[in-house]
């Protein structure tokens, strides 16, 4: 694809490969260890908890409107917000009102992906973690049918913290939610499990606003950031499933090799192959998901049966029928195919497929260079053992 992005993008791979120390080693086994240690049988616990947060994003307005009117009641302020900026734009509003001038912001990456520590930083707002006075928080979930938010903390003092501020401000992205009290169980289990290799032993809290605690001091934010644009994309929407765990990085040989940087983002990883060009300008992420060999490890370990492998092709699928690729990467991928799918150009010597390979790309000069034809091909390594064989 001849777009900046892209030669970005692929030169910011090559470097991280080139820079890497050692190739960290993909952790399947890890992963299996422990999960049937916990479960006996873990297919079955990934296809309740697919179950379970599919039919919470089947109806997800129902659902949210219902959290809404529930959290309202017991005393406390939800706002919807379509952008970043949105809540960017009413989390300042709230902050300005009461003349705060110090927050406390626990990091998570759904802050990250806002943005708001930069935008504190410009409105002279200090983030400081020692106070209880303002705090910014990113709940794990919230449960639907109890208007409730479940945490977990890293410590027993960021759980303190917390739930004895003055101001609470919680940030949730708008599919991070389960129905009921009852489907957080499984979901811990298996974030813990597909995260950190390890049962489930940390701090948790599940929290529902009392109609005591004074208005106004306690806010949620339901933000959407370009999640609707999965939801809207039925070939996709399980993808709004996903519980974060990261699992499917540990087993991609792609991302075990490049990491983060060539992303430029919050998300990265094969996941990230599949949503960022909708959370994100597609101009900017539609190459990415051409970077995916196929292996198919992503699929195999989601602990929620996100088909992320088939997703990937279908997003390729999608760039090239919406002709969203320049048109000059379009013929090049053409004509390669054609090549590369023909058995009588495959079968030529290696000289001919290589000078063939260069003229069609000749002006991506890496590319070529890298590409090494064997002596011969499969088939024709085939066609010479049956025939030693006769
Ligand atoms: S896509 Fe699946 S494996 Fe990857 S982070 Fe989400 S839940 Fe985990």
Redesign the pocket.
Known sequence: MNTTSYKQYLSSCKKSIEEQKEVKELSFTKIDDVAYGVFRNINKVKKIASDIKTKFINNITDNLVKFDKIFTENGGNVHWCVAYNDFIDKFIRIIDKQKIKTVNVFDSNFIEELGLKGVLKNNEITVDNETNDVVVFTPKFGVINTGSLFFEFASSVDMEQVLSSRIKIFVLPINDFVLKPEDIEIFSY??YI??YKKDYPYLTSLYTPQPLEKQNNIHIFLIDNGRSNILENREIRS?L???????????CPVYTAIGDEPYDNVFS???AN?VLPFLENVENYKHICFSCTGCGN?SK??????P?SEYIISNKNYFFEKKIMDITDARLAKSLGKTLSSRESMNKSRFIKNLRIKLLVNNSKNITDNIVFSKFTFNQQYQQSLEKNE
């Not at 499933?241 to 087993?251: G, P």
């Not at 370990?301 to 996100?306: E, G, T």
């Open positions: 298996l974030y597909y995260k993808a499933n996903c519980i974060n765990c990261d699992a499917c990085k540990d087993v990883g094969p996941y599949v992503c370990v989601c602990p929620m049966n996100i992320i």
